[in-house]
């Protein structure tokens, strides 16, 4: 037997609710050390977060042990018939396609999944992992596979064009670009699903498909750290406004239409990530979404941004060629995972 063979024989899987989070928080600092190198991406609040949930011992996983010390861990969050795979990782993993520990975890995850009473879909998005790492894991399980990129935005090389009129964008119509305030919650929700009801992106995320769900998705963007801390004064909306006394526009009443969005959040000091951009399909090919991108970008710079990240999936061509015109380059190359038996036949 090699001294590889010799090594993994040696791994033993074991119930993650056995684990503490002060067990796990050595793994746990060697992977916000790999999300700061690689994506420059600070992990640590969701690594606090994980942390409180691990004490808790609410969440189903499995721990990897080699010759008695912790390897690695991966786990999953059950939400009704779907469930989400939170992440998998082992020290030395993720950056090839090579990675014994992480599909040994992931096998038995996947077959803990599959097996529980009433999931019928199960998603993944391991931002991680490069394109093709993992693949035979899912694959084995049924899993379809959605090729998306990981894009960054070097504001010195790429700095911000002059600003744009959003008035100007569509004749007889009059726009306002405003940033975020919480009443616009439910107005962002709508348009999410209105964008991507039908939008191949809700092959890869269910949430999308109904009203619910986005408003649930547009909670969780806000108010977990799972995508960088929210961003309120570098996310924008932009709203039809009103014509009165001369022909001076007012801001559109409150809780009225949101026409084009776009959310970012703080990943990293000095860089932000663009967690959803999105325009009607009404306003589409008139310049909203150079306009958002724009002003992403000036008032990151302003307040001392140095890059901007986003993910796009990589057959939406016209969105990535629009972040492409606009400085974006793609960093990383992953893999979305999605299981639903009622599209199975």
């Known amino acids: 037997m090699s001294s590889a063979q010799s090594r993994f024989s040696q791994l033993e899987i074991l119930d993650l609710r056995h684990f503490s989070g002060a067990q796990l928080r050595p793994l746990l600092r060697d992977e916000a050390e790999r999300w700061q190198r690689r994506l420059h991406w600070d992990y640590t609040p969701a690594s606090d977060m994980l942390l409180d949930y691990l004490d808790s011992r609410i969440l189903s996983g499995y721990v990897a042990l080699r010759a008695g010390q912790i390897a690695g861990y991966a786990f999953c969050v059950c939400e009704g018939a779907k469930a989400v795979i939170g992440d998998v990782y082992a020290v030395g993993e993720t950056e090839s396609t090579v990675n014994p520990i992480c599909e040994t975890l992931m096998n038995h995850l996947l077959e803990m999944v599959k097996s529980m009473p009433g999931v019928t ?205 606009h400085g974006f380059q793609t960093l990383h190359r992953f893999e979305a995972m999605v299981f639903d038996s009622s599209e199975r036949h």
């Open 121 to 325: 879909r199960v998603e993944s998005q391991l931002l991680m992992f490069p394109d093709g790492a993992l693949r035979e894991s899912f694959q084995r399980h049924g899993f379809k596979a959605y090729r998306r990129c990981f894009m960054l935005r070097d504001l010195q090389a790429h700095p911000p064009r002059m600003d744009q009129d959003p008035a100007e964008l569509r004749p007889g119509r009059s726009l306002v670009l405003e940033a975020w305030r919480p009443e616009f919650h439910d107005g962002g929700a709508q348009l999410i699903h209105r964008c991507y009801a039908d939008h191949m992106d809700a092959g890869i995320n269910d949430q999308y498909r109904t009203l619910h769900g986005a408003q649930r998705f547009l909670h969780n963007i806000i108010r977990f750290p799972g995508c960088g801390v929210f961003d309120p004064e570098n996310s924008w909306v932009v709203r039809e406004t009103q014509q009165r006394n001369g022909g001076l526009p007012l801001a559109a009443p409150r809780g009225g239409p949101v026409e084009a969005m776009l959310l970012s959040s703080k990943v990293c000091a000095g860089v932000n990530h663009i967690t959803q951009i999105c325009v009607a399909p009404s306003l589409r090919g008139k310049g909203l979404g150079r306009l958002l991108l724009e002003q992403s970008a000036r008032e990151g710079a302003r307040r001392g941004v140095r890059e901007l990240s986003l993910t796009v999936t990589e057959a939406n061509a016209n969105a990535r060629a629009l972040y492409e015109r």
